[in-house]
């Protein structure tokens, strides 16, 4: 069995690939990042047909929130034009498609952790691409998977993880408290993805680590398994200026996942082993 990568050079499809790899499947040798890929451009088409992967995990993105809000045109063209692209090539190859989402297809009202089936209500560019890319993917081919996770964090990553780390030896933080999601990692949701690719139950899926945190608890925690005492303040959101509106809330449920026996362990464990490989 043969997969192809999207952003096989980013934070979670390095992750994917390797995960693949680990359990014996082909990875395609392309990594279709740029500078030589670019799936806003048609030709990625008959580049993924021509690789004849069983499967395609398309994870390239505009990850940039805030340079999303700037240059809503790019996002739309890379995240949504980009997956009508890419579920193209899927489906001239005759290939399922992993689509990966995010949390930030929500509005951010809720209360409780989103579940698969709730609606989509993005409130920034971001979340509307991406909730953009959701809706080809599903109209261009039924084989397909929507996988939405969220605070991604991972070896090689620049993520919050590496932002606190580098801002904490520059002296104290304020961190926002009043943010909350689910804090993810690389590797445990790479893992994620080839289990559900073997079941063939095609649908949306939330895979996130288990737990709920703000910022500001998920920068406690990472000062305390790094060891650092950097004093560290809560923040209220409307002082933390931004050009990219934040949704507030949202967690993910790993409902779907869940059902087939796909679970995750909580994020703090995780991220005990991501500082813990870090520093090695
Ligand atoms: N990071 C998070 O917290 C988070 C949360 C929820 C969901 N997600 C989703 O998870 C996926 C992976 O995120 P990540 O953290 O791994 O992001 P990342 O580290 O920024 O990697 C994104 C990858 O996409 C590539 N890429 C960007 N524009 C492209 C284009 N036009 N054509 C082809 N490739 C392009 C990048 O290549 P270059 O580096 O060369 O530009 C890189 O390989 C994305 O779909 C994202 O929306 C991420």
Redesign the pocket.
Known sequence: MRVAV????????RQVRRAFAEQGWEVAAPS???PE????DPAIVDTIAALQPDVVVH?????DVDGCARDPEAAFR?NAL?TRNVARGARAARAALVY????EVFSGEATTPYREEDPVAPINPYGQS?AAGEAFARAILPEHYIVR????FGPG?S?FVTKILARAQAGPLQVVCDEFGSPSY?PDVARAIVQLVATGAFGTYHFVNAGVASRYEWAAAVLALAGLATPLTPLPRERWLRPSRVPRYTPLANQAGAALGIHFRPWREALAEYLRIEAT
């Open positions: 999207t952003g096989g050079t980013g934070q979670l499809g279709l990042a740029p890929h670019d799936v806003a994870t390239a993105a505009l990850t890379v980009g990966i989402s995010t949390n991406k996770t969220a605070w991604l990553g993520n690389a």
